[in-house]
């Protein structure tokens, strides 16, 4: 089993009991790893310990309860398995820089004004364009009712109009100079709702335009409806590697929300997920008259 799916599968146990008490005791015996071992795999791979994980995921989920329902501070912190209400309101106020009710008061009014703009002016995302073999039948926004950390998400959706023959993305360029001649290591958090086929692409260029590196998670590509988890790709960015592209593609119907995007250099221990790896290729052809 490779490590990131030992991640998702410990993401996926949390994801599910976030409102449960969750030990860390019990995650060998589900995932099948010694409890040190799934602690550096999931700090390795997420750059969070499990706890760190579990805290800003519950407090993020408190974030919407707050603007959503009525429910009372306490009622959310007990929710969320915090000790106290002061123990609820200092964490919170850790990662939202406001006490729940200062937050629930403020970004309620926020929210309203943001609404009244985007009825009235088409909004770009910073950095994050639309394209594909049919944008036109695909939006781009920004999503603050749904998100996996913070207070929003990116969202990629199909209209009615799309099918399995279309596809869009979501995507940004940069500069390869700062990363050439290391590994490059992309991971972000998608969630996903009754797509066809979807998921995180990276690709390095070089000067003529030429794909010299590419992954598009073809051979472990995202369908149907899944919770928030973590997915990451790597690629070897070459000393004549030109800009980098990376984004989330979407295939026919559905939605896909993604956060937290992240690039780091790994060293050569960590294996590359390149489709263009030529090594993975057999030696000689094989079966030429169809007759095996």
Known sequence: MYYSEVTQRVISYIESNLTEEIQLDTFPSIIGYSKYHLLRIFKQETGKSIGEYIRQRRLAMASTLLLHTDDSILTIAFLFHFQSQEA?????????????????????????????????????????????????????????NVFHTGTKSGLLYAKSEANEQHFATMMQGFQAHDYKGKRLKLSCFLKTENVFKCGAWLRIDNATGDTIQFDNMDNRSIQGTTDWNHYSIVLDVPEDSSSIHFGVLLIGKGKVWSDGFRFEEVTDKVPTTNMLDFEHLPKQPSNLDFSE
């Open 88 to 144: 609820f309101t200092r964490a919170f106020k850790e990662v939202y820089a406001l006490p729940p009710g200062k937050y629930r008061k403020l970004m309620k009014a926020v929210r309203m004004i943001e609404e009244e703009k985007e009825m009235n002016e088409s909004k770009q995302i910073k950095g994050w364009r639309l394209s594909g073999s049919n944008p036109e039948l695909y939006e781009l926004t920004i999503d603050s």
